[in-house]
């Protein structure tokens, strides 16, 4: 029987945190995703795992018994992965980066040029990241770092080479109501809808919603998108605005959609970012040097 190392991940957080609230939040993933997992898991093996009470979630006999395994299990699985890829590293190989859709552009074929220049033998393979997995890759090893925007927090769950910071600005059609404005103020957007993320995308969501920004008001959601494109097409065609790394503005530059600065938004924080528990490989090091040197964010780069 296979089981999917993601599916005993949920599952020992829950039974660490006694809830599925903390044990989300810990794995950066919603609820609802992590109750499927745990679900599926029970499916999976033909027994009930949890006793579920108002007062959380407290593991059964069979539960219980998984749980002397399962730390054991991850811990293999993690050693298995770190022996491969130092082993990789020993030849030479390939370095994966995950990037996302609307920011490719940050890096450049200066900064893979730079990079092979450092590390002789070795190719970068960019992967572009998946909405519908919150760690784009990084919790299963299927990349080993990644380019993000994203808030301060990110560094508490993250090692993290800042890049920069860059502003996050607003994408609306163009014959919305404010697009005339040369800068719209966050507060007269709080009743707009908007196009969302799916929420397994977990914590990503709630920040290119601004969910801190609103102070508990409610989002109004005009349409989910599962990639980019989907989500561009979204605002094209009137179903919400949404935000986005001030970046875009010039990739996804067009004629019917108008990318407007927000007034009362905070930027994003732009880096590359890997598992804390991960040491960086000498390639992983040569890529952070290379994209500081070729790399600008458009705004407070160092």
């Known amino acids: 029987m296979d089981v999917d190392t993601r599916l005993l991940r949920g ?20 609820q609802p995703t992590l109750t499927k997992q745990i679900r599926q898991l029970e499916v999976l093996l033909g027994v009930e795992l949890f006793e579920r009470s108002r007062r959380g979630m407290a593991p059964t006999s069979a539960g ?20 491969t890829r130092a082993a990789a590293a020993e030849q030479g190989s390939t370095l994966r980066v995950g990037f996302e859709g609307g920011i490719i552009n940050l890096m450049t ?3 893979v040029a730079d990079f092979t220049r450092r590390m002789p033998g070795w190719q970068v ?28 927090s990110l560094s508490e769950q993250y090692s993290v080479a800042l890049l920069g910071k860059e502003p996050r600005c607003l994408a609306l059609p163009a014959g919305h109501r404010l697009a005339g404005r040369a800068v719209i103020d966050f507060e ?24 801190r920004e609103r102070g508990g008001r ?30 875009m503005s010039r990739l996804a530059a067009r004629e019917d959609v108008a990318y407007r600065p927000v007034r009362g938004l905070s930027p994003s924080q732009v880096g590359l970012y890997w598992p804390k528990d991960r040491e960086p490989t000498p390639a992983m090091a040569a890529f952070v040097r290379s994209c500081r040197t070729t790399v600008g964010s458009g705004a407070d780069t160092p």
Do not use: K, M
């Not at 809830?19 to 989300?24: F, K």
């Not at 998946?130 to 990349?143: F, R």
């Open 64 to 83: 219980r018994a998984l749980a002397e395994y399962a730390g054991t299990v991850l811990a293999g699985w993690e050693d298995a992965l770190r022996a």
């Open 11 to 30: 599952f020992t957080a829950v039974c660490e945190e006694g809830q599925l609230t903390a044990a989300a939040a810990r794995l950066f993933v919603s």
């Open 218 to 247: 409610p989002v109004r959601i005009g349409a989910v998108a599962r990639n980019t494109d989907e989500w561009l097409a979204a605002v094209v065609c009137g179903q919400g605005v949404g935000f986005a790394p001030e970046t």
């Open 188 to 211: 007269d957007l709080l009743d707009e809808p908007f196009v969302a993320i799916p929420h397994e995308a977990g914590h990503w969501r709630d920040y290119w919603l601004a969910v």
């Open 109 to 111: 074929r200066r900064t």
């Open 125 to 152: 393979e960019l992967r572009q990241n998946n909405w519908l997995d919150p760690t784009s890759g990084l919790a299963t090893g299927e990349i080993d770092l990644t380019l993000w925007h994203g808030p301060p």
